[in-house]
């Protein structure tokens, strides 16, 4: 990289907030999934929203790629570096600004930990709800790229349901509010699409969101099943009856052995094992538990633990929360997919899956949120054996089809990154795909936040009159300004 | 753009068939006199022909659902073709075990809510007028009601669109499963653009159960102050009300309306009035939720508005508005939900006062953080004061999005914020 570029950032950084050294930027060259990985030129580490823009005007004028990145655990690649570009680390953005209890709202820089946002508006009884198994390290930051959602988003929903607006620069470097503290800003909503743009349409530099009253009271069943069909049929009912739960989750007998042999949670040694949250005014809760416990009970549950303390509680999300970690003890990879489909297609598609696994000779380990179809399957292989690790991704692959064949989606909160970019052609068609990168030529003609990622191909923005154009590689330019 | 649609008059008969093809009938959008050509598809494609062929020979569209909100937005820059969603009405698909629906855009709101109702759901939202207002008309305009404290907005509920552009694609974005993080959220985007950037088709939503149970109480208080007060602490208790409503008029006792749903309904209402004290209350009709659609009648020529701003500021805006009104001698009346959005009718015979009303007050509102938007006014009114107000420093870029779906601007021109 230029050495001028590096120059005038760490003009603006200082010397210890610009990584160059090789050893020093491998800490950068993939993010949670990490079978991709990219050498960035350089990785920029701002700490105010001032400094970020500075930069991205700098990156802007010499016509550099860049790719913002939070904590890095994301699963789908969005922090993955672009060759020769700069990685924007957002980490030392990490201030909470505001806290408005009266309107449950909280103001905070992108580099702010998910869980620290809870732990600050605990002590007043407000929660914030989206809560991805990351949240003790991921940043809110990188929750918005993403669009985050967790195991309780059944209920609660996702990211974008709980940013009410974004202060963001875009990549042009222009620095502007999105949304606000107050609902229904007239104009576009902006903020709902910048919201799961995994980076591509600009950096946020402060977030505006909503929390939560925590619910009087949070119940957690545990049930064991002699299959997951028998758990997935009391999925269906628990629904069709009508109860919302906060979360529902199931594992099936791999997951389960897996956990267990990590965390110890003292599961039932079962082929299907079922997860109910529920939450809310206490008689309703006690009320709804009671039918939720009978339909579990007559859908073959010959195991039903009922948690009622917050210890006994923590015990059995803990088994659940570790479940991706614990495959480590059973396999030496697997990877990770993150496939929708329709509650009700469930039964079909995971005996599917144990086809194609049992066809492909792959093992595949079930663990999801089933109230919402959101499968987490694990292809498990093993790296050493030839030929296995393009077998696990085929199977991978035939999986994500399975799930969109079924009506559903290729991503239900990982992204799609640079690892699904490749599927998204197998969800959307070409005009799909063209009139959404309209919103990409809006936010960022000349291509340059993130922009290998998300789209099979690039759209290429039409020239437009006006003020806005997209910004020409000026070499001479950069010589001028520094 | 051209103000004679006549000229694609064949054209748009050979897409959609001579009966559909006719002169519109009034009422028209403010600033729109001139007879207008109605255009109603009866398919997905045929719209986005309709669309290419108006398009092509720039001619302006109006899209119309059910012509509830026809005056919401600025005058028109111009108006030629009316292209009206009442053909395409259908429910796709209400996948109820899924708890999702897919309704095309012409469907009204309470036929979409017989259908779901047969199994026992709902589209979680209250919007004005259902009756009449279609699925695209309440997606466009970003309508919403009482129901929002629980359930959210529009925003919250839909999962998924098709729509058609300008240059006759067809795209669809999002899913028909309520969990889905692929590409863009163009069902956001849609949401609240005012038929700006493309005609929404049809739209896919997440469903609740119909409660099994509803209790609904009207508190009565002494100021505006204490029933804010009230509003916010039943917010910050455990209670889960689906609907929490302040009410404030002229001199008249504030009142809030307060509704539990579901089996718990009746235990939540005993704690409830364990929190209001010793607070007036009496049982509420359930007409106390459909009581905004009143605000568009009066005694008097008036002005509606949708304001919006923090919840903890209602008290302190309603008593701005009784301060202004006094001074300028208008009638005032607001409804609002515990979110902070509400609406308010001014009214009075003197156009004048309630333009500096409007003015006072939107500055008030926008110094909190907060917006006022005009819906409706007296005739001959319009043109005298901005519709939107401030649209902040993103119009810029909510510029460049209009210009890269809608290049040749032929969609509701000049309607939306900051003239877009």
Redesign the interface.
């Known amino acids: 990289m230029d050495v001028r570029i590096i120059e005038a950032f760490r003009a603006v950084v200082g010397d210890d907030g610009v990584i160059v050294e090789r050893e020093q930027l491998r800490t950068y060259e993939c993010d949670g999934l990490t079978n991709f990985r990219v050498m960035p030129a350089a990785v920029v580490l701002p700490s105010s929203g001032e400094q970020v823009q500075a930069i991205v005007r700098i990156c802007h004028r010499a016509g550099i790629p860049f790719v913002a990145r939070g904590s890095g655990t994301g699963l789908s690649g969005g922090a993955l570096p672009v060759e020769g570009g700069v990685v924007i680390g957002l980490a030392r953005l990490n201030r909470i600004l505001e806290v408005?209890?009266?309107?449950?709202?909280v103001v905070v820089e992108p580099g702010v930990i998910n869980a620290q946002v809870t732990q600050r508006v605990a002590p007043y009884?407000y929660f914030y709800a989206p809560d991805p198994s990351s949240q003790s390290v991921c940043t809110i930051g990188g929750n918005v790229a993403?669009?985050s959602?967790g195991a309780h988003?059944?209920k609660y929903?996702?990211t974008?349901?709980h940013v009410l607006g974004l202060e963001v620069v875009?990549p042009d470097g222009?620095l502007?509010?999105?949304g606000?503290?107050?609902?229904?800003?007239?104009?576009?909503?902006?903020t709902?699409?910048f919201?799961?743009?995994e980076g591509t349409l600009g950096i946020a530099t402060k977030v505006i969101l909503r929390i939560v009253?925590?619910?009087?009271i949070v119940q957690t069943l545990l049930a064991a099943f002699n299959s997951t069909d028998d758990a997935g049929a009391a999925v269906?009912e628990i629904?069709?009856a009508?109860?919302?739960p906060a979360a529902i989750e199931m594992m099936d007998r791999l997951s389960r052995d897996a956990a267990e042999a990590a965390v110890k949670a003292g599961y039932p040694d079962a082929d299907g094992l079922l997860l109910v949250e529920l939450d809310?005014?206490?008689?309703?809760v006690e009320?709804?538990m009671e039918q939720v416990s009978a339909i579990c009970t007559s859908c073959g549950a010959w195991e039903i633990r009922l948690a009622q303390t917050e210890e006994e509680r923590a015990v059995i999300w803990k088994g659940r929360k570790a479940a991706f970690a614990a495959m480590g003890r059973i396999s030496p990879n697997y990877i990770v997919q993150d496939g929708?489909?329709?509650?009700?297609a469930l039964p079909r598609v995971l005996r599917e899956i144990e086809r194609m696994s049992a066809a492909a000779g792959l093992r595949v380990a079930n663990v999801f949120?089933a109230g919402?179809?959101?499968l987490h399957p694990l292809v498990l292989y093993d790296q050493r054996v030839p030929g296995q690790e393009q077998a696990a991704e085929k199977l991978a692959f035939d999986i994500i089809r399975l799930c969109v064949e079924a009506?559903?989606?290729?991503?239900?909160?990982?992204?799609?990154g640079q690892e699904?970019k490749k599927y998204?052609s197998a969800?959307?068609?070409e005009?799909?795909?063209?009139?959404?990168q309209?919103?990409?030529?809006?936010?960022d003609p000349a291509r340059l936040a993130n922009p290998t990622k998300?789209f099979p191909r690039p759209r290429l923005?039409?020239e437009?009159s006006?003020?806005?154009q997209p910004h020409p590689l000026e070499v001479a330019g950069i010589a001028e300004l520094f | 753009m051209n103000p004679q649609p006549r000229v694609i008059a064949n054209e748009l008969q050979s897409i959609v068939g001579a009966e559909h093809v006719r002169e519109a009938e009034p009422p028209y959008p403010p600033g729109v006199v001139m007879p207008l050509l109605l255009v109603e598809p009866g398919s997905a494609e045929e719209l986005a022909l309709v669309l290419r062929a108006a398009r092509d020979a720039q001619v302006a569209v109006l899209p119309r659902g059910g012509g509830t909100k026809l005056e919401w937005g600025n005058a028109p820059r111009s108006a030629a073709l009316v292209l009206s969603t009442r053909r395409l009405d259908r429910v796709i698909d209400h996948a109820w075990a899924d708890m999702t629906a897919t309704v095309e855009a012409g469907c009204t709101v309470a036929r979409l809510q017989e259908t779901l109702a047969q199994h026992g759901q709902r589209l979680a939202l209250d919007p004005l007028w259902p009756e009449r207002a279609t699925i695209g008309g309440i997606l466009a305009t970003n309508d919403s009601g009482t129901l929002r404290v629980r359930f959210g907005a529009l925003r919250d509920l839909i999962l998924g669109v098709m729509v058609a552009l300008p240059d006759g694609t067809l795209a669809k974005s999002g899913g028909r499963v309520v969990k889905n993080v692929a590409g863009y959220d163009l069902p956001k985007l849609f949401t609240g653009s005012l038929g700006t950037l493309g005609v929404i088709i049809q739209a896919t939503f997440r469903l609740y159960p119909l409660p099994r149970e509803t209790h609904s109480l009207s508190f009565s208080l002494e100021d505006v102050a204490a029933a804010n007060r009230l509003m916010l602490a039943v917010l910050d208790s455990p209670l889960a009300p689906t609907g929490l409503q302040l009410r404030v008029a002229g001199e008249s006792s504030p009142q809030l309306d307060v509704r539990f749903e579901g089996v718990a309904a009746a235990a939540q209402m005993r704690r409830l009035l364990a929190l209001a004290g010793d607070a007036e209350h009496t049982e509420a009709a359930l007409e106390v939720w459909a009581l905004r659609e009143s605000l568009w009648q009066g005694q008097e020529p008036g002005l509606v508005c949708k304001f919006s701003v923090l919840p903890a500021d209602l008290a302190a805006v309603c008593e701005e508005i009784r301060r202004v009104a006094g001074r300028l001698r208008l009638r005032w009346s607001v409804i609002a939900q515990a979110v902070g959005v509400g609406l308010l009718r001014l009214e009075g015979p003197n156009q004048e006062a309630l333009a500096a009303a409007l003015g006072v007050l939107r500055a008030e509102f926008e110094a909190r953080a907060g917006s006022l938007v005009l819906l409706h006014t007296p005739p001959d009114f319009h043109g005298r004061i901005d519709v939107w107000g401030d649209p902040g420093d993103a119009l810029p870029l909510m510029r460049r999005v209009k210009e890269q779906f809608d290049p040749a601007g032929i969609l509701n021109p000049g309607r939306f914020v900051g003239g877009l």
């Open positions: 408005d209890i009266p309107n449950a709202r009884g993403e669009n959602g988003c059944l929903g996702f974008a349901n875009l222009t502007m509010q999105l606000s503290k107050s609902l229904d800003r007239p104009g576009y909503d902006l709902g699409v919201v799961g743009s009253k925590r619910p009087q269906s629904i069709a009508g109860i919302l809310g005014p206490v008689e309703e009320l709804l929708v489909i329709p509650r009700t949120h919402d179809g959101n009506g559903g989606s290729i991503t239900g909160e990982h992204g799609v699904k998204m969800m959307f068609a005009p799909d795909l063209e009139t959404m309209l919103v990409r030529c809006a936010f998300v923005c039409a437009r006006g003020p806005y």
